[in-house]
């Protein structure tokens, strides 16, 4: 029970680590991204241009079309352009929005702590609280509605307005 | 590539301009809706129970059932 219990917590912050620093971890080497005071590259929909290109060690093939990048845009091929893209960045934004299965591990993690607190209230009703108030018994119950009704409480519209005081009922 | 330019000044106003009405119509008939159906109704149950209201009548019919600390009930 232990084990699994750290196998899904382990893979839930595995998960949660991954969503916030893609770049670091899926991307990069760790060598290479691993110094943060330098500018770093996100893939975020809320950063939509990081601060810095995705790739900065080009290839000759690379410099060379970074090169043609500098004349009329027309004159680039489709591949080229979408070669250029991927230089600049890793991911498009459907491929960064992609849906996670990330909710089930939520809601299963949910449902066992909403258990186990489950289990704690148990024990808790079992050796903690204390004995029931005597004013929960019924028959005190009955005696208070009664003592209530002979004191006329909220006569006009409330309480005591849905007694019928000559048959002794309610009305 | 040449899209028309968005609309960009009197958001605000064009939105009020929709919503306000509303929002004032349908708050006063929220008001006269409440009015009718609780106010009306309290007012007429409140004078109807005063009007056959005997007041020493229900004091005994209190004093009787041992309520008070001030009387006793007339037996003892």
Redesign the interface.
């Known amino acids: 029970m232990l084990r699994l219990t750290t196998g899904r917590v382990g893979s839930l912050l595995a998960r949660r680590a991954t969503a916030m620093v893609p770049g670091v971890m899926i991307y990069g080497g760790r060598n290479a991204h691993s110094d943060m005071s330098q500018p770093m590259y996100w893939d975020r929909a809320d950063i939509p241009l990081p601060d810095k290109p995705y790739k900065d060690v080009l290839t000759d093939a690379d410099k060379s079309l970074k090169q043609k990048e500098k004349g009329p845009w027309g004159q680039l091929t489709k591949e080229e352009k979408i070669a250029l893209y991927r230089l600049s960045f890793c991911q498009t934004f459907p491929e960064m929005k992609q849906k996670t299965a990330e909710w089930k591990t939520v809601i299963g993690g949910v449902f066992f702590f909403l258990g186990f607190t489950g289990l704690v209230v148990w024990w808790q009703r079992v050796y903690v609280y204390p004995p029931r108030p005597r004013t929960f018994e019924d028959e005190w119950q009955a005696q208070q509605i009664k003592r209530m009704l002979d004191m006329r409480v909220n006569p006009i519209q409330g309480f005591s307005n849905k007694w019928d005081y000559e048959k002794g009922q309610w009305k | 590539m040449s899209l028309p330019k968005p609309v960009m000044r009197g958001l605000l106003a064009k939105r009020l301009r929709f919503h306000l009405p509303i929002a004032f119509t349908l708050a006063l008939t929220a008001a006269i809706a409440f009015k009718y159906t609780v106010t009306e109704p309290?007012k007429r149950?409140?004078a109807d129970?005063y009007k056959q209201y005997d007041a020493v009548k229900?004091f005994n019919?209190?004093r009787e059932?041992?309520?008070f600390e001030s009387v006793q009930p007339t037996g003892k």
Request: aromatic share 20%.
């Open positions: 309290r149950a409140y129970f229900d019919a209190m059932a041992g309520v």
